[in-house]
Antibody, heavy 119, light 107 residues
Framework: EVHLVETGGGLIQPGGSLRLSCAAS????????MSWVRQAPGKGLEWVSL???????YYSDSVKGRFTISRDSSKNTLVLHMNGLRAEDTAIYFC?????????????WGQGTLVTVSS | SYVLTQPPSVSVAPGQTARITCGGSNIGTKSVHWSQQKPGQAPVVVIY???ERPSGIPKRFSGSNSGDTATLTISRVEAGDEADYYC???????????FGGGTKLTV
């Protein structure tokens, strides 16, 4: 059974850094397109970043240059390094697996981890 | 960048048909996916590749996509269909994944 578990969220001051992890089970992360999607409190879904099976990466304009997506194959984990955090980055961060390539739908989601950026 | 426009809310009575639209320039040339999100839960896909329905999703859910509008149609709406619905596409011009702003369906 496919399972995704995000960890690493918490309260962080503006300008700070945080590392989110998404531990996968039931499949191999490096064989799939994987994305991070966030949802600010009471708001809609916002795509953050994608890594495809060959290691290529894509970022939304709002996080490009501040966030880095990567994966740890030894731990079968997707990672999001977040630097220069701003209040507007406050959100629940979900990792999600694409069924196929970047144009495909998400067939599995984690439960999310909350990041709060505040002084 | 590419923008998807959804109505903020749609309200229907039980047993009626709900239609949720997703507007975008020439969206008919893109593949559209629809997700349902209930409070406190992660989203779940209800329609993919414009018209396809995943196993476990009732046949009451259907999709269409043409011109500048994609539509999610829910027939014989039930109280359990009350949720937020999001359309999603990949924009190959910007290499960005785009979500619509979401539509709150009230039954």
């Amino acid at each position: 059974e496919v399972h995704l578990v995000e960890t690493g969220g918490g309260l962080i001051q503006p300008g700070g850094s945080l590392r989110l992890s998404c531990a996968a089970s039931g499949f191999t992360v490096s064989n799939y397109y994987m994305s991070w999607v966030r949802q600010a409190p009471g708001k809609g879904l916002e795509w953050v970043s994608l890594m495809h099976n060959l290691g290529g990466t894509y970022y939304s304009d709002s996080v490009k240059g501040r966030f880095t997506i990567s994966r740890d194959s030894s731990k079968n984990t997707l990672v999001l390094h977040m630097n220069g955090l701003r209040a507007e980055d406050t959100a629940i961060y979900f990792c999600a697996r694409h069924h196929g390539d970047h144009g495909s739908w998400f067939d599995s989601w984690g439960q999310g981890t909350l990041v709060t950026v505040s002084s | 960048s590419y923008v998807l426009t959804q109505p903020p809310s749609v309200s229907v009575a039980p047993g009626q048909t709900a239609r949720i639209t997703c507007g975008g320039s020439n969206i008919g040339t893109k593949s559209v996916h629809w997700s349902q999100q209930k409070p406190g839960q992660a989203p779940v896909v209800v329609i993919y590749y414009d018209i396809e329905r995943p196993s476990g999703i009732p046949k009451r859910f259907s999709g269409s996509n043409s011109g500048d509008t994609a539509t999610l149609t829910i027939s014989r709406v039930e109280a359990g269909d009350e949720a937020d619905y999001y359309c999603q596409v990949w924009d190959s011009t910007s290499d960005h994944l785009i979500f619509g702003g979401g539509t709150k369906l009230t039954v």
